[in-house]
């Protein structure tokens, strides 16, 4: 178990429908991160928030958001979805954003969109 | 462009049979190599990090190392248990982004 808990396990919605995926951080852990993982592209990263305030940001769509909260949970909004989102969502967690920090995964998200 | 290769796809071995997996990078300064294992169904569970070309980190039956292009992961006299896919990840000066291969499945017959 590492810590990270994200809600809900599973999701199936349908196109043009909006969702927001969970993430509490192992406890202590200030830095939080989203990535999306399908079959065919592996894992790619979304987006950091350090302390609630975003240090990174990688191939984010402009339909999908997110923020990280004063508690450091953090949420991530998918709006306007397509059948192309349908992957699993992992977020992460690491004690600092400093570089090079190890990051402890949740057991994701999996995003079904009909 | 910044990426991550990892080879090979997918290899089987014998329990015992030793060998290599590779990570190949090309990055805008790396500030850190990471591998980590993945379960079927769970998220990824760290194993290394390596931050300068010349390291290396040992962790049980798995031995990590870095130059300045690629990684390599020994594994040395596998069990069944190591069976999963490892991925190998870097993350870059520039922007801070984190980049990761498709990995590499393996599987250890007993």
């Known amino acids: 178990d590492s810590g990270v808990t994200q809600t809900p396990k599973h999701l199936i919605t349908a196109t043009g429908q909006r969702v927001t995926l969970r993430c509490s951080p192992r406890s202590g852990d200030l830095s939080v991160y989203w990535y999306q993982q399908s079959l065919d592209q592996g894992l790619q990263f979304l987006i950091q928030y350090y302390n609630g305030e975003e240090r990174a940001k990688g191939n984010i769509l402009e339909r999908f958001s997110a923020q990280q909260f004063p508690d450091l949970h953090s949420e991530l909004n998918l709006s306007s979805l397509e059948l192309g989102d349908s992957a699993l969502y992992f977020c992460a967690s690491s004690v600092e954003g400093r570089y090079g920090q190890p990051q402890h995964f949740g057991d994701g998200t999996r995003l079904s969109i009909l | 462009e910044d990426q991550v290769t990892q080879s090979p796809e997918a290899l089987r071995l014998q329990e015992g049979e030793s060998s290599s997996l590779n990570c190949s990078y090309t990055?805008?300064?790396?500030?850190?190599l990471f591998w980590y294992r993945q379960d079927p169904g769970k998220g990824p569970e760290f194993l290394f990090t390596l931050y300068s070309a010349g390291e290396e980190k040992e962790k049980e039956r798995l031995k990590a190392t870095l130059t300045k292009k690629e990684s390599f992961l020994h594994i040395t006299a596998p069990k069944p248990e190591d069976s999963a896919t490892y991925l190998c990840a870097v993350q870059a000066r520039l922007g801070n982004q984190f980049y990761f291969g498709t990995g590499t499945s393996l599987t250890v017959i007993p």
């Open positions: 990055v805008s300064g790396l500030r850190g």
